[in-house]
């Protein structure tokens, strides 16, 4: 059987499941939803921020909330469950199809000018990447979907690099050496952007470029 509660705030009449773990939420008023759109973004600005610094599990969403001074209800009104928010921060704001594309990038003759024009281009050292990728290479190992993400933007870094190479070499390709050297090309990269990330000695992506380029020349 079923039991009504009537809440203050509201009046309104909500159900309660006997055994349910807890009541369900309200929806937010009319008033919290017209000013979502910021709301929303200051709810994923938090999640943002505590996941990179505490981890996804160490953080719980009342303390999201209360960083995006925000009610709890309406934190679950946009994301229902944690994972959520987790799975929109990627989404939104490292989305892997907005990397693609390379025009004004490669240019004939050019390969590691090319390479060097590209890793501008993705932008992997600036800080929105750096605090995303902390939680994505911490979250991957435990939360498939994240590691599908992952999986999805080295294969898109993969698939550019590998483009740019072809297209700024002024003869064919052999397939593997190119999969070989966008791989290492790729690899460095990655690894540059860590070590901004942790104030560690930064490789040099030019002479990596310079490098790749002439053992693909030879």
Same mark, same amino acid.
């Given at each position: 059987m079923m039991a009504r509660v009537r809440t203050a705030a509201s009046g309104r009449a909500r159900a309660i499941v006997p055994g349910s773990l807890s009541p369900p939420v309200d929806p937010p008023g009319d008033r919290e939803v017209a000013g979502g759109g910021d709301a929303r973004e200051r709810i994923l600005d938090a999640a943002e921020d505590l996941f990179a610094a505490d981890g996804f599990d160490a953080t719980p969403t009342a303390r999201i909330a209360r960083r995006a001074a925000v009610a709890k209800g309406l934190l679950f009104y946009y994301f229902p469950r944690k994972?959520?928010?987790?799975?929109?921060?990627?989404? %939104?704001?490292?989305?892997?199809?907005?990397?693609?594309?390379?025009?004004? &990038?490669? &240019?004939e003759g050019d390969m590691a000018g090319s390479l060097v024009? #590209?890793?501008?281009?993705?932008?992997?050292?600036?800080?929105?990447?750096?605090?995303?990728?902390?939680?994505?290479?911490? %979250?991957? +190992?435990?939360?498939?979907?994240? !590691?599908?993400? #992952? !999986? +999805? #933007?080295?294969?898109?870094?993969? %698939?550019?690099? %590998?483009?740019? #190479?072809?297209?700024?070499s002024p003869r064919k390709l052999d397939h593997e050496r190119r999969t070989a050297a966008a791989g290492t090309f790729v690899a460095v990269l990655l690894h540059e952007a860590n070590s901004h990330r942790f104030n560690g000695p930064v490789p040099d992506l030019g002479a990596t470029a310079e490098i790749i380029s002439g053992a693909l020349r030879a």
């Open positions: 994972i959520d928010l987790l799975r929109t921060l990627f989404a %939104e704001r490292l989305p892997v199809h907005s990397l693609s594309g390379v025009a004004g &990038v490669a &240019v024009r #590209l890793a501008d281009r993705i932008g992997l050292t600036g800080h929105h990447w750096q605090v995303l990728s902390a939680i994505l290479f911490r %979250e991957a +190992s435990t939360h498939p979907d994240i !590691r599908d993400h #992952l !999986r +999805s #933007l080295y294969s898109v870094l993969m %698939e550019l690099t %590998e483009a740019v #190479l072809d297209a700024a």
